[in-house]
């Protein structure tokens, strides 16, 4: 696993937009696999003046986003898919056709048919972009004595309802459901990138760098199993953490 520690979650943010940038460039048909949340959201803003710049063009590439809350509508301010238009997708030459946000509004069945079928239609995704939650959750695969390996339909736990909460009106808005990218799907992407931040993530970080088990009550610990994973945190998680790799 490869790690990069910055000086602070700005630079982060800067440094996993330029390795996005840098794939774009290699190759611009690319297929990205995109992740919303907190941390992820400010690495857009960078992408997006890459854009305006005239840095890189996204119009070619292919996008599926890790996950969507159930019983959203897509317009919703707390959708994933209104995120990502918000973020990204409408402030660039994105083609929108070639972008996929799960729908939470589809009946699941149908709408893990169409999950797979964006997953593995074509080919497989060139770089999956990451946040990790509280509880070590990677996409919204919660620690649990088993993890599934394909896309489903996950019940959240109480810890990622109240870490979530801040971006509901109240608690209880919270969905109690999403779908999701398994863990095996995120793990087939040929590289991951993932962007942590803060002092709650301390724990999981440390899980994940500063030890080598691999525990299904820690999901995110299933990296260590990649051949291609970029960690990006910054000084002060990585010193919280326990990870002495760095300087
Ligand atoms: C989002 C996702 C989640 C978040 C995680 C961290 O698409 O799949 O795994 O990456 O919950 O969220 P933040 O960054 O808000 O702490």
Redesign the pocket.
């Known amino acids: 696993m490869k790690v990069i520690v910055t000086r602070n979650y700005e630079e982060s943010c800067m440094k996993v937009a330029e390795i996005i940038i840098e794939q774009v460039k290699k190759d611009p048909t690319s297929k990205l696999g995109l ?7 400010q690495v857009y803003p960078h992408l997006v003046e890459a854009y305006k710049q005239g840095r890189v063009s996204f119009s070619q590439i292919t996008t599926v ?3 969507e809350y159930l019983g959203i509508r897509p317009d919703s301010e707390q959708s ?1 898919r209104r995120c990502m238009d918000d973020w990204f997708f409408d402030r660039t030459d994105i083609d929108k056709a070639k972008t996929y946000v799960p729908s939470g509004l589809n009946p699941p069945n149908m709408e893990i048919k169409t999950f797979n079928e964006k997953l593995y239609g074509d080919k497989p995704i060139d770089l999956q972009l ?5 509880n070590g ?4 695969n919660e620690p649990a004595a088993e993890l599934i390996a394909g896309v489903h339909i996950e019940k959240l736990t109480e810890s ?1 309802i109240q ?2 909460a801040r971006f509901f009106a109240s608690e209880s808005d919270v969905p109690r459901e999403a779908i ?1 990218m398994g863990i095996g799907d995120i793990l087939k992407a040929k590289r991951i990138v993932l962007i942590a931040t ?1 002092e709650n ?1 301390a724990k999981v970080i440390g899980k994940l760098l500063a030890d080598d088990t691999v525990t299904t009550s820690v999901p995110a610990t299933l990296l260590k199993v990649h051949p291609d994973v970029t960690v990006v945190i910054d000084e002060a998680l990585a010193a919280m953490a326990g990870y002495k790799g760095c300087c």
């Open positions: 992740a919303t949340g907190g941390t992820a959201q986003n890790l996950d994933y990451i946040g990790v939650g509280v959750h990677i996409g919204f990622t870490a979530n999701t803060g993530k």
